[in-house]
């Protein structure tokens, strides 16, 4: 190959890389959808930038602290409001029937039901909070996924690749034949990753899947709890806060049903396994761009380890053999030494000797005998 | 149900009044310490540290001492957490000379390190350290959650090593219908993602024990501390806590490969099927005194996970221990202080 064919095809394998990547740069710009967002939420955060003393500067551990209790507050004030309206409403109308306030608790409650549903929508498009709990198991696998350049996971998080897939189909040759030529492997490679791409976003959206009945049963099984505390005039419950531990009792509950099911697990596990195996197709790319700027890549410094440790634990193991044959050779110099200083003792004491003889004889004696009791017993 | 309308403002009105307060005691902490106990460096080998704690000289020591063997997944100062709530001040006070090892924290360098490399390497160089300082042939170790089945992959190698042996809320039979760690790996391709990832990180594992758990510790628990956070000391220990739980170390590859699918999947230890190097693992081999202590409510470690031990070892002083807490509890609860340490400390005393 000469230099120009050189340089000239490593052009042609720049421009695809370029294209490849600013599909991914479209692909990972989207931004969460917030329009979402709880009235309350904003109320806080008001709130929380007037607040003194805020300033997290003297502690990262207080700071993230700080994140956390805000959020657990507009969740809870986002309850009170819900639970301030039914105490209202019972207290405006003296001579309810039972009947109506549960009614009334219900209709509360179902409204909360619909708030809930529509943030489950999407439950992947933003970063994980309160009520999109069962996105953290995903979102933690796609925290793996950060050190890569390309972000991935936020592109596909958007549901965009449906739109990409339709969209690279003339430029990347979906559901064209094998490639040929000598682009044929980086063709193949491409071909795969686009097929695990869609594989992870099937697998995402049936993972989805399994939580929607989630809110609804939690939301459920609420009313039936706050109705029987009511019908037997149960005070524990008579705080916003009692109530909010409920909430949280019944939905760990459910969840914990929920995810503790034979599909659940299926399901998270074929996610995660369909994430790892795009972001390893990804890594092979990544590693074939570094190669071609000659720059070794995390396959080379593996290499290294694998082998550093391989020949430590060999290391490990012929030390252990040395000391085992330090502590031999001590030992049998040690039997040697005193052999030879008995025979020294023997050559001097004569009568010595001759018991020692005696002995061998009485040794072999008994032999004879055991011999002779072992035939007899046969 | 007696619910007025007033009553549920004054309540919201209280709560963001202890909010207030609850968050400038919050920025009023600084960084926090970990561990209370002096300790001094005894040995150092890569990324681990063998400290020995230094124990009071009022206290009579047990002759043999006691090496304490913690999880890869956290940090070993969970034992020692805070002055009046310290396992290891506990042990101390038993007259117990204590050793333990810090793992430190693994990077990608070290992604080829193998349990047997932790077990027949780092372990037993501790061992034989401890041992060669104190010119004893053996010595007491005390493995803790993962530590625990470490210590039992040891002592079953090594059974000359180990004096007694102490296992804390030590998973045994991992194959147990209340196993939700076991649950939530079964049909993950445990190869895959260590041939993808390498490394797994700390916040993943992190993450991965909140979502057992999700709207209690994620959720409920926060709000909870806005009473604890009234108290500017209560913060400080809140803290501690805190950044023990998410102090975790990363775990090397090959390790986290052989852990899960050999002891989470296919639950090898207790079938005598694990293989660490060259040699294969038999529980039976442990015929010394073992106490195992176990955590009634532990949703990491189940009883039933621990229990089993008793039928895997031969074993004819085996003596157990029932905590009526969690798995956290069990090291930093003060009903934990009062029990734990002292009826440890006694029951090693009884035998060295």
Redo the contacts between chains.
């Keep these: 190959m000469t230099e120009n064919d050189f340089s000239k095809n490593f052009d042609a394998f720049l421009q695809m890389q370029n294209q490849y990547m600013d599909m991914w740069k479209t692909a990972s710009q989207k931004k969460p959808d917030t329009s979402s967002q709880n009235p309350w939420a904003s109320v806080m955060n008001n709130f929380w930038s007037s607040m003194p003393g805020q300033d997290t500067s003297s502690s990262p551990l207080s700071g993230s602290l700080f994140g956390n209790i805000h959020q657990q507050n507009v969740m809870m004030s986002q309850l009170t409001k819900c639970f301030e309206s039914i105490a209202s409403a019972t207290n405006n109308k003296a001579e309810q029937t039972p009947e109506q306030w549960q009614s009334f608790i219900n209709q509360s409650l179902d409204d909360l039901q619909a708030q809930l549903m529509k943030l489950c929508a999407a439950p992947f498009t933003a970063t994980p909070d309160i009520e999109k709990l069962w996105g953290i198991p995903i979102s933690l696998w796609q925290q793996s996924m950060q050190a890569q350049n390309f972000s991935v996971q936020s592109g596909i998080a958007e549901g965009s690749v449906a739109d990409q897939t339709s969209r690279s189909g003339a430029g990347m040759g979906a559901g064209m034949g094998p490639g040929l030529g000598p682009d044929r492997e980086k063709y193949e490679k491409l071909q795969n990753l686009q097929a695990l791409m869609q594989a992870y976003y099937v697998a995402q959206q049936e993972y989805a899947q399994t939580f929607s009945p989630f809110w609804p049963e939690v939301i459920e099984q609420l009313k039936v709890k706050i109705k029987n505390a009511s019908e037997l005039g149960d005070e524990t419950l008579s705080s916003t806060r009692s109530l909010f531990d409920l909430w949280v009792d019944v939905a760990e509950g459910v969840y914990a049903k929920t995810t503790r099911t034979d599909a659940c697990q299926k399901c998270y596990s074929k996610l995660v396994n369909a994430s790892m195996a795009l972001n390893k197709a990804i890594d092979v790319i990544q590693q074939d761009t570094l190669a071609a700027f000659n720059i070794p890549g995390r396959k080379e410094i593996d290499t290294l380890s694998e082998r550093l440790q391989r020949t430590r634990r060999e290391n490990r193991l012929l030390r252990l053999e040395l000391d085992e044959l330090k502590v031999a050779f001590a030992h049998s110099q040690m039997v040697n030494g005193q052999m030879a200083n008995s025979q020294k003792t023997s050559t001097k004491r004569k009568p010595g000797t001759k018991k020692a003889s005696k002995k061998h004889v009485i040794k072999k004696k008994n032999v004879k005998k055991k011999a002779s009791t072992t035939k007899k017993t046969e | ?5 007033d ?3 004054e ?2 009105i209280e ?2 009044r202890k ?2 307060i ?3 005691n ?7 310490d970990q561990g209370v106990t002096p300790k001094t460096v005894i040995y150092k080998e890569d990324k681990l540290t063998l400290y020995r704690y230094q124990s009071p000289a009022s206290i009579v020591q047990n002759k043999i001492p006691t090496l304490i063997i913690y999880a890869l997944v956290n940090r070993h100062y969970m034992t020692d957490i805070q002055q009046d709530r310290s396992m290891v001040r506990g042990l101390q006070e038993t007259g117990q000379d204590l050793y333990v090892i810090d793992w430190g924290y693994p990077d ?7 349990l ?2 932790y077990i ?2 780092y372990i037993a160089n501790c061992v034989d350290i401890i041992c060669k300082r104190h010119n004893l042939p053996q010595i007491n170790i005390l493995g803790i959650c993962q530590g625990g089945t470490l210590s039992l992959c040891y002592t079953a190698l090594h059974p000359a090593k180990v004096k007694n042996l102490i296992t804390m809320v030590t998973p045994v039979d991992f194959h147990t219908e209340d196993n ?1 760690l076991t ?7 445990v190869d ?2 260590v ?4 490394n797994i ?1 700390g ?2 594992m992190n ?2 024990f ?2 057992l ?4 510790l ?3 628990k ?2 909870n ?2 009473d604890i956070f009234q108290n500017e000391e209560k913060v400080k220990n809140f ?1 501690r806590m ?2 023990w739980i998410f102090d975790s170390p990363d775990q090397t590859g090959e390790t986290f490969r052989q852990f899960l699918k050999d002891f989470y999947q296919k639950n090898k230890l207790i079938k005598g099927e694990l293989e660490l ?1 060259d040699h294969q693992v038999d529980l039976k081999n442990i015929n010394i005194p073992v106490l195992n202590v176990y955590a009634e409510k532990d949703h990491l470690v189940p009883p039933s996970a621990s229990k089993p031990l008793k039928q895997s070892i031969t074993s004819k002083d085996y003596t157990e221990l029932a905590f009526k807490g969690g798995h956290i509890g069990i090291y930093v609860s003060g009903g934990a202080k009062k029990q734990i340490p002292p009826a440890i400390g006694e029951w090693l005393n009884e035998r060295c």
């Design positions: 149900m007696n619910r007025r309308h009553k549920v403002s309540e919201s709560f963001n909010l207030n609850a968050l400038k919050l920025a009023k902490a600084e960084d926090i990608r360098a070290d992604r080829y390190i193998t047997d490399d027949n390497g939700n649950r939530s790996v079964k049909y993950l391709d895959l993602l041939d993808t990832i390498g990180s916040d993943m993450n991965f909140l979502s758990q999700p709207f209690r994620l959720v409920q926060y709000l501390a806005v803290l805190e950044k190097g």
